[in-house]
């Protein structure tokens, strides 16, 4: 099975970048024998706000990899981020049995994560974080747990707006 190199992004033509997360070999038993094919989750960002994920099965891995980049591209999310690249507040996310959660952190911290959620942050142009995976460490449920957590951050004027109040006195 293929070394695969969670730090490396790859940026396409349309400016996206892309990460492999993990790539499996799955088998699927019938009466001829065995089936090998094989899955690829993909994160798709633009450091910019923007990121997604997806799987991708096929029979050779960089098949797989393609069609998970394209899976993750029709799922992209917009997140919410601040001035120095920070997530507007502390949120929760749980996808299956993993939970991760997200924590501001001042300019200068960095991302301090583990391997799967640092992928997706990365990739969302999130550069200064802390992040604590609870519950199932499974690599794929915990980059869909971190993006149902950055798909439930709200700006400031959202907030303020869905209350009915100024930017000023929610900062208050």
Wanted: net charge positive.
């Amino acid at each position: 099975m293929r070394q695969n190199d969670n730090r490396r992004a790859e940026k396409e033509d349309n400016g996206l970048l892309d990460r492999v997360v993990a790539i499996k070999r799955v088998t699927k038993v019938v009466k001829g024998g065995r089936n090998m094919r094989f899955s690829a989750l993909v994160v798709v960002g633009d450091g910019n706000g923007h990121v997604g994920a997806g799987l991708g099965k096929a029979a050779e891995i960089p098949e797989a990899i393609r069609k998970g980049k394209e899976d993750a591209q029709k799922h992209m999310i917009p997140v919410a981020r601040t001035d120095y690249n920070s997530i507007t507040h502390d949120n929760y996310g749980k996808f299956g049995g993993a939970s991760v959660l997200l924590k501001r952190a001042p300019e200068g911290t960095g991302v301090i994560s583990g391997g799967a959620a640092r992928a997706v942050v990365e990739l969302a142009g999130i550069k200064n974080i802390r992040t604590k995976s609870l519950g199932s460490n499974n690599k794929q449920n915990v980059v869909f747990a971190t993006l149902a957590a950055l798909k439930g951050l709200k700006t400031p004027e959202e907030v303020a707006r869905l209350r009915g109040k100024t930017v000023d006195e929610i900062r208050a």
